[in-house]
């Protein structure tokens, strides 16, 4: 997956996620919302089969919002590799 910045400042991030869809989205901006030091989150799509989802953060003030999403990232990648091996274990 690939990203690419569209906007950045002390309280706020703006980006573009390349190839993702909302099953990827849902997760990352229900995370996002329960933490603390947001004010905001969203994603926007222009077009749902042709354009790539702009994900918004804005963070409460002292928080940086990159910071907050690599946190929250490393939050998600922990419960679908949590999910898999309770799935998964005992079959390999």
Known sequence: MEFELLERTENSLRIKILGADASVMYPVVENLLSDDRVSD????????????????????????????????????????????????????
């Open 41 to 92: 989150v969203n994603y926007s799509v222009e077009h749902q089969e042709l354009d790539d989802p702009v994900l918004s953060i804005i963070s409460k003030e002292g928080s940086d919002p990159k910071d907050i999403l690599i946190e929250n990232a490393k939050i998600i990648k922990d419960q679908f590799g949590s999910l898999y091996e309770d799935l998964f274990s005992e079959e390999e």
